[in-house]
């Protein structure tokens, strides 16, 4: 299993271009997310899934947006970027909600914005 | 949600015990205590998690105090590749999201 993989893993925007961020994961996983990671801090949820066609606004999404089409892919759309929105992006994973249900993060993507 | 609080920063010297404190004195009766670690320059991995006994898994220990308000995550022999963030977390059952705060730097000495 490759498990939680993301693409790209660094990409430079000028202010108000666009990008979408990919993630993929081979684990049959209900639950997907995306944080974001700002330099010395912790991870902020930007939006989460919890199924194909289900999605919901985590802690931070303002300029962002997410579709969940397949249980497989989970991509992250940046509309019009802005300088704050410089940061590491990390996609994870989980069977389900349980306590037990441990997230599988990816590599992160290293974004920025000038 | 309630909250942790861990100490910015701890060093230990190689092939010695490490013990990492996590207080969280607003915990609930539904919140497990979950470990999770950041590797420089990779995603957080998941370390153990526990309700109220002792847990041990390969990876580490996680020892909880009797009121539930601290707890201590317990790596038995550092290694340099135990050189991480580790991130102390509250979940309370059901709850699919993580809140995660700045966690310990761990640095180990050769």
């Known amino acids: 299993n490759a498990g939680v993989t993301q693409t790209p893993k660094f990409r430079i925007l000028k202010i108000g271009q666009s990008m979408t961020l990919q993630c993929t994961q081979d684990?049959?996983?209900?639950?997907m997310y995306w944080y974001r990671q700002d330099p010395g801090m912790g991870l902020k949820l930007i939006y989460y899934?919890?199924?194909?066609?289900?999605?919901d606004k985590g802690e931070v999404p303002n300029g962002y947006n997410v579709s969940r089409s397949t249980t497989e892919d989970f991509p992250l759309r940046l509309e019009l970027a802005a300088p704050s929105q410089t940061s590491v992006y990390f996609c994870?994973?989980?069977?389900?909600?349980?306590?037990?249900?441990?997230?599988?993060f990816g590599p992160g993507t290293r974004l920025t914005v000038l | 949600d309630a909250k942790t609080t861990q100490p910015n920063s701890m060093e230990s010297n190689e092939e010695e015990p490490v013990h990492l404190p996590c207080n969280h004195s607003?915990?609930?009766?539904?919140?497990?205590i979950h470990w999770y670690r950041q590797l420089p320059s990779q995603g957080p991995e998941y370390v153990i998690h526990?309700?109220?006994s002792n847990v041990n898994n390969r990876m580490a220990s996680l020892a909880i105090a009797e009121d539930r308000k601290s707890s201590t995550l317990i790596l038995h022999r550092a290694t340099l590749r135990d050189a991480a963030v580790y991130y102390c977390?509250?979940?309370?059952?059901?709850?699919?999201?993580?809140?995660f705060g700045t966690g310990t730097r761990l640095t180990i000495i050769p």
């Open positions: 994870a994973s989980s069977y389900g909600s349980d306590s037990g249900d441990e997230q599988f």
């Open positions: 526990g309700l109220t």
């Open positions: 899934s919890v199924g194909a066609g289900i999605t």
């Open positions: 684990m049959n996983h209900n639950y």
């Open positions: 607003t915990i609930s009766g539904t919140d497990y």
């Open positions: 977390i509250l979940r309370f059952f059901g709850n699919e999201k993580l809140t």
